[in-house]
């Protein structure tokens, strides 16, 4: 990180194309040098727990790396960890068929290609992801899917090769039993990607965040993942890890700009003594190193709890750091950006993108307001199983 990944932030800067047509996109030459030097020197696929295609690390090992790879945007590529592609070999590598492994996964673990994650619909509370309108219905030996879907990041990218679609397959089913997920092709018929859509004016060059329509999308049925019905099964079975690794790469996000918080609180002088010592920016300090360390010692519970007992009985972990992580990486953004002044708002500092990606993650694989939901119904759960008992 410090010798390789760090010093080729600004290369890579340098060697995005600029705009908003995302067919215009290219891969920076200067990613997939270090990606080749990262696995040739044996660090990649680091977050897979299967020793054959990935390191055979536990989750609480893993945190750790995610939290070092998370003082970079970029260094999760590097080491092909990067979201949504974990998630989707994760996805691929426990659910998938033979054929699915060899077709979609295997490029993936080379890091050949990139995909994305088709489940937000813009017309609907994707809070309550059972709301889904989008279809993928069962026709003989064929899956057909139809919707609207945004917010699939990686779309943009010019390595992107296919999505991972979840659509409604029998509305008469279990509540959680009627979503698929399906491997569609981005070159396949019907499949259209209609916009690239900003984040705070930013769209994420190269790999971007789409809107995309599917028009009557037909697929071989051998593209479903596990079975038709089978989505939340496997939504399930992502989510976890998956929050795992977002809640220490933003841990390690929050740690970047404390450090530049405090740099810049010990070198710039202002009526006559560093910021450090002015107003209340000391207790700020203190404040934020105090929380970073709450988060970081209650994800690494997260992780821990699923590496011995499973992920249900990290349920309500998961959601508590989903809460938790975001928001104290959002509060040390904010704190270094103020203490920077002016500059923390423009691009000579990582600030902006730091809070800007932050701010995302309480969105992202649920609003904060669903994840204290489940905490407390959980909890209500616990603390009434524990009056009976005694």
Same mark, same amino acid.
């Given at each position: 990180?410090?010798?390789?990944?760090?010093?080729?932030?600004?290369?890579?800067?340098?060697?995005?194309?600029?705009?908003?047509?995302?067919?215009?996109?290219?891969?920076?030459?200067?990613?997939?040098?270090?990606?080749?030097?990262?696995?040739?020197?044996?660090?990649?696929?680091?977050?897979?727990?299967?020793?054959?295609?990935?390191?055979?690390?536990?989750?609480?090992?893993?945190?750790?790396?995610?939290?070092?790879?998370?003082? !970079?945007?970029? *260094?999760?590529?590097?080491?092909?960890? #990067?979201?949504? @592609?974990?998630? $989707? &070999?994760?996805?691929?590598? /426990?659910?998938?068929?033979?054929?699915?492994?060899?077709?979609?996964?295997?490029?993936?673990?080379?890091?050949?290609?990139? !995909?994305?994650? *088709?489940?937000?619909?813009?017309?609907? #509370?994707?809070? @309550?992801?059972? $709301? &889904?309108?989008?279809?993928? /219905?069962?026709?003989?030996?064929?899956?057909?899917?139809?919707?609207?879907?945004?917010?699939?990041?990686?779309?943009?990218?010019?390595?992107?090769?296919?999505?991972?679609?979840?659509?409604?397959?029998?509305?008469?089913?279990?509540?959680?039993?009627?979503?698929?997920?399906?491997?569609?092709?981005?070159?396949?018929?019907?499949?259209?990607?209609?916009?690239?859509?900003?984040?705070?004016?930013?769209?994420?060059?190269?790999?971007?965040?789409?809107?995309?329509?599917?028009?009557?999308?037909?697929?071989?049925?051998?593209?479903?993942?596990?079975?038709?019905?089978?989505?939340?099964?496997?939504?399930?079975?992502?989510?976890?890890?998956?929050?795992?690794?977002?809640?220490?790469?933003?841990?390690?996000?929050?740690?970047?700009?404390?450090?530049?918080?405090?740099?810049?609180?010990?070198?710039?002088?202002?009526?006559?003594?560093?910021?450090?010592?002015?107003?209340?920016?000391?207790?700020?300090?203190?404040?934020?190193?105090?929380?970073?360390?709450?988060?970081?010692?209650?994800?690494?519970?997260?992780?821990?709890?699923?590496?011995?007992?499973?992920?249900?009985?990290?349920?309500?972990?998961?959601?508590?750091?989903?809460?938790?992580?975001?928001?104290?990486?959002?509060?040390?953004?904010?704190?270094?950006?103020?203490?920077?002044?002016?500059?923390?708002?423009?691009?000579?500092?990582?600030?902006?993108?730091?809070?800007?990606?932050?701010?995302?993650?309480?969105?992202?694989?649920?609003?904060?307001?669903?994840?204290?939901?489940?905490?407390?119904?959980?909890?209500?759960?616990?603390?009434?199983?524990?009056?009976?008992?005694?």
């Amino acid at each position: 990180m410090q010798d390789e990944v760090l010093p080729a932030e600004p290369v890579y800067r340098e060697q995005l194309i600029g705009g908003t047509d995302h067919r215009q996109w290219r891969q920076p030459p200067v990613m997939e040098a270090l990606k080749a030097r990262a696995r040739a020197a044996g660090l990649w696929n680091l977050f897979l727990p299967d020793a054959k295609d990935g390191q055979g690390l536990s989750h609480v090992e893993y945190a750790s790396l995610a939290e070092i790879m998370g003082h !970079s945007f970029i *260094a999760p590529e590097v080491f092909n960890c #990067a979201a949504p @592609d974990s998630g $989707n &070999m994760e996805v691929l590598h /426990r659910y998938g068929s033979p054929m699915q492994r060899e077709r979609w996964l295997a490029p993936l673990l080379s890091g050949e290609i990139r !995909s994305g994650f *088709a489940m937000t619909e813009p017309d609907v #509370a994707s809070s @309550d992801a059972t $709301n &889904m309108q989008a279809t993928a /219905r069962v026709e003989g030996n064929e899956v057909v899917l139809d919707g609207r879907k945004w917010w699939t990041t990686g779309a943009g990218h010019p390595h992107c090769r296919f999505v991972i679609f979840m659509g409604l397959s029998d509305a008469n089913a279990e509540p959680h039993r009627r979503h698929s997920m399906v491997i569609c092709p981005l070159d396949h018929p019907g499949v259209r990607i209609e916009r690239m859509l900003p984040v705070f004016h930013d769209v994420d060059e190269p790999s971007g965040h789409g809107e995309m329509s599917f028009d009557h999308v037909r697929l071989p049925l051998d593209h479903v993942i596990l079975a038709p019905g089978a989505g939340f099964e496997i939504a399930q079975g992502r989510l976890g890890p998956g929050r795992v690794h977002h809640c220490m790469r933003a841990l390690g996000a929050a740690e970047r700009a404390l450090s530049l918080l405090v740099e810049r609180a010990t070198t710039r002088v202002a009526f006559g003594k560093p910021l450090l010592q002015l107003g209340g920016n000391a207790d700020i300090v203190a404040n934020l190193r105090m929380a970073i360390e709450q988060a970081r010692l209650l994800t690494l519970k997260t992780a821990w709890t699923l590496d011995t007992q499973g992920s249900k009985a990290a349920l309500s972990l998961i959601s508590q750091i989903k809460v938790v992580v975001p928001m104290v990486a959002q509060q040390a953004a904010d704190a270094a950006i103020q203490i920077h002044g002016g500059a923390g708002l423009s691009d000579d500092f990582p600030l902006a993108r730091l809070y800007t990606y932050a701010r995302v993650l309480r969105l992202a694989d649920g609003p904060d307001e669903v994840h204290r939901a489940v905490v407390a119904r959980l909890e209500a759960k616990a603390q009434q199983i524990r009056k009976e008992i005694t």
